[in-house]
């Protein structure tokens, strides 16, 4: 349904007075009728789709149908739209509950990743920092012996007869 193909438009009037007043008209069986005709430009006038359903429903219940069957038809609707809606529903549930188990399961599988790559890091740590203890004692020990072997060197060069040893002394 084209805006350009709809003349007018039933429905009950309210009780207290609009203020699209002015677009409004009775018809002979004391109908109001909205007149689009008043408006500048009917062709770029939208008309929600809602209005568009509800003129479309009520002119078929009007035409085919007493207002018993037009109720009856009208709850079925109702309930079928009902019925699709919370089919629709359950699905999107069941689909962001499939969302939030994936996410969890990836979470888990990163835990894991990342607890043994903690592991595994503690690991390297510890060989590097015996490494480095021993390398330590190493370098204590080493410092020990030339601190004997200096002394050693001392003790000769002022017992020695020799002018060879005192030339050592320049040697740091």
Not at 18 to 26: E, G, H, R, T
Not at 40 to 56: D, G, K, R
Not at 99 to 118: A, C, F, G, P, T
Not at 140 to 167: G, H, I
Request: proline share 6%; with cysteine.
């Amino acid at each position: 349904m084209q805006p350009s193909d709809v003349t007018g438009l039933h429905y009950l009037f309210p009780s207290n007075p609009s203020p699209y007043s002015a677009y409004l008209s009775m018809t002979q069986n004391n109908t109001p009728t909205f007149q689009f005709n008043r408006f500048t430009n009917p062709q770029n006038f939208q008309i929600p789709p809602q209005v568009q359903e509800f003129s479309l429903q009520s002119s078929c219940l009007s035409n085919n149908s007493t207002s018993d069957e037009a109720d009856e038809q009208q709850l079925s609707l109702i309930n079928e739209r009902k019925q699709r809606r919370m089919i629709s529903n359950r699905e999107s549930a069941r689909r962001s509950r499939m969302r939030k188990q994936k996410h969890l399961d990836e979470l888990w599988s990163q835990v894991v990743w990342l607890r043994n790559e903690n592991h595994q890091l503690i690991d390297k740590l510890n060989h590097v920092s015996e490494c480095h203890d021993r390398v330590l004692e190493e370098n204590a020990q080493l410092k020990e012996e030339a601190s004997e072997l200096r002394q050693m060197l001392s003790d000769m060069q002022l017992n020695s007869p020799y002018a060879t040893f005192r030339d050592l002394e320049d040697i740091p």
